[in-house]
């Protein structure tokens, strides 16, 4: 049974929601980003981090969530088949880790960016971190104008990597979603799962 470490709000969120959504027997287990005991599974200290029985751990969400859906074929979270599905499945993927992910940094960690400690450096780092997540969220919303899911095969692993970045936007960015109509509608749908709602209150409970 594969265990997930995850850390409550944190990108982990969407490999949960996958386990979850898969229906096969699984462990959550909630940790300290950063912690010594984390750290002694996944030397980065980072979530999520998926450990199998036999103590193969695999790290990067993108990894985790791609490994899942292909474990799990039967649960039909790839999105679709064939070269052209996987190639896009990986392009989406690949966004969020890179782009979307990424464009947070400075929102939550504006220390890392700046070797100036003043309030002001901060909040000018802050800034520029709303305005990069504003720019991929601009792009995700066009690209889901007349779709009902980020890939053309479904409801697919890509969703549920999208969701923990929309909840940051939706509280962290000034205006919210107001600006991103299609996004918000997908943030929906998905939070109407209700395997959805059971993994937020797992996450979201004492
Ligand atoms: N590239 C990694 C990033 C993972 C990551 O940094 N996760 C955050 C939570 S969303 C974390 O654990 N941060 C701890 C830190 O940066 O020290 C991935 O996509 O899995």
């Known amino acids: 049974m594969p265990t997930l470490y995850y850390a409550t709000g944190a990108c982990s969120l969407a490999p949960h929601i ?4 898969i229906g096969a027997p699984y462990e959550a287990v909630r940790i300290q980003y ?6 002694a599974i996944n030397p980065a200290g980072a979530v999520p981090t998926l450990r199998e029985d036999d103590g193969w751990t695999l790290t990067q969400a993108g990894a985790i969530l791609d490994y899942l859906a292909h474990k799990h074929p039967e649960a039909g979270l790839r999105g679709g088949e064939g070269l052209r599905a996987e190639a896009e499945a990986r392009r989406w993927s690949a966004f969020f880790t890179s782009d979307v992910h990424a464009a947070f940094w400075p929102i939550f960690m504006p220390y890392r960016y700046t070797t100036d400690e003043s309030d002001a450096a901060r909040q ?5 971190g709303h305005k990069l997540v504003a720019k991929q969220f601009a792009f995700l919303d066009r690209h889901l104008e007349g779709r ?3 890939l053309e095969g479904g409801r697919s692993v890509i969703d549920a990597y999208a969701f923990p970045m929309i909840r940051w936007a939706a509280k ?3 205006g919210g979603l107001s600006a991103y109509p299609q996004v918000k509608a997908l943030h929906d749908r998905i939070a109407a799962d209700p395997a959805v709602q059971t993994v937020l209150a797992r996450e979201e409970g004492g």
């Open 124 to 128: 000018a780092v802050v800034e520029a």
């Open 18 to 21: 996958v386990l979850e959504w």
């Open 148 to 150: 009902e899911y980020i």
């Open 34 to 39: 950063g912690s010594k005991e984390l750290r």
């Open 172 to 174: 962290l960015l000034p």
